[in-house]
């Protein structure tokens, strides 16, 4: 419905060809299956975490996606992205760029999203960004993970959790959907998983290790110079964590579920209507929902960029 609205709009300018094709695309539709309710997840720092042994049959029905593992969308999760959604384009004349501000992707590279780490700093990638700020938000939880969050936390905590192993599973899974090229983003991708593997050695889950240890030992390991660069940006990324929440767990997960929400809305405007109704010959994707509801309502591309491609 979002696309018809759009395509109707736009029919007495220049529709384009291709246009045209993805509304008589989606009208053929027969999706694989209905809409789960589900979000995969993925964590760039377990790889085996969320992995499914499902064969042949899931990888050519569903693609990668269908060798990743998905958890219920949560009330928390619809909570956060609603409330940023509420926040970001409440009056979208004068707030459309908040999600790509807050995200540290509209113009702003010093802020904790993307500190100055070696040389280069100061641009990046959709892609870089987004695993950057997954591994710090990992480290956040492996820091805290030895105790129960507090009451009020909970919700956040779930919210900033599944939307950042959200995130690093459309990297994975779904490139298409993100505002980097989608064969660029799956060789960075890997360049990152092979260099996390060749850091942490075949024993990636620490489950030999306490909390504390863990975390320490992933920092220490991550932040050698030799490693990734974006390895070394999310370990800085959970230290600032650590060290400016160490006194309020429960703020630090009030600031991360916001963060993520806002990640959300800032991947998910796209002009890419093929691999939003290729998402949907899956099933759907909990992004595509969101990118029709801002299609609904006249929003197509990125906030804070130059042309919607995620460039500042």
């Known amino acids: 419905m979002a696309l018809l609205g759009h395509y109707i709009r736009f029919r007495s300018g220049t529709p384009g060809r291709c246009t045209d094709v993805a509304l008589e695309t989606v009208l053929r539709l027969k999706p694989a299956k209905r809409w789960s309710d589900k979000i995969g997840q993925n964590s760039v720092l377990e790889p085996r975490r969320f992995g499914k042994r499902s064969g042949l049959f899931s990888e050519k029905l569903y693609g990668r996606a269908g060798l990743i593992k998905s958890v219920e969308v949560s009330p ?20 459309s760029a908040a999600a790509a501000q807050r995200v540290g992707l509209g113009g702003k590279v010093d802020s904790w999203a993307w500190p100055a780490i070696g040389a280069g700093s100061g641009t990046s990638s959709t892609t870089e960004h987004i695993l950057a700020c997954h591994i710090g938000t990992r480290l956040f939880e492996i820091k805290y993970s030895h105790g129960a969050c507090p009451t009020s936390g909970a919700a956040d905590m779930t919210a900033a959790c599944h939307l950042s192993y959200y995130c690093a599973y459309l990297v994975a899974a779904a490139p298409g959907l993100l505002p980097d090229s989608p064969a660029w983003t799956d060789k960075r991708y890997k360049e990152v ?7 942490l050695g075949k024993d990636d889950d620490g489950a030999s290790e306490s909390t504390a240890q863990r975390y320490e030992q992933l920092c220490k390991e991550l932040s050698k110079t030799s490693r990734d660069e974006v390895l ?3 370990a800085e990324l959970g230290r600032r964590l650590v060290e400016t929440y160490a006194e309020d767990e429960a703020a630090a997960w009030r600031f991360l579920a916001d963060f993520w929400s806002e990640m959300v809305l800032f ?12 998402a949907m010959g899956r099933g759907g994707e909990f992004v595509t929902l969101v ?4 299609l609904h309502a006249g929003v197509t591309d990125r906030p804070g960029t130059r042309d919607g491609s995620g460039v500042p």
């Open 76 to 95: 928390a999760v619809k909570d956060a992205v609603l409330k940023s959604l509420k926040s970001s384009y409440g009056g979208l004349d004068k707030g």
């Open 232 to 234: 070394q940006r999310g």
């Open 267 to 278: 991947v998910a405007p796209s002009k890419n209507v093929k691999g939003h109704v290729e």
């Open 193 to 199: 998983v092979k260099d996390v593997k060749a850091a």
């Open 291 to 294: 990118w029709a509801l801002l």
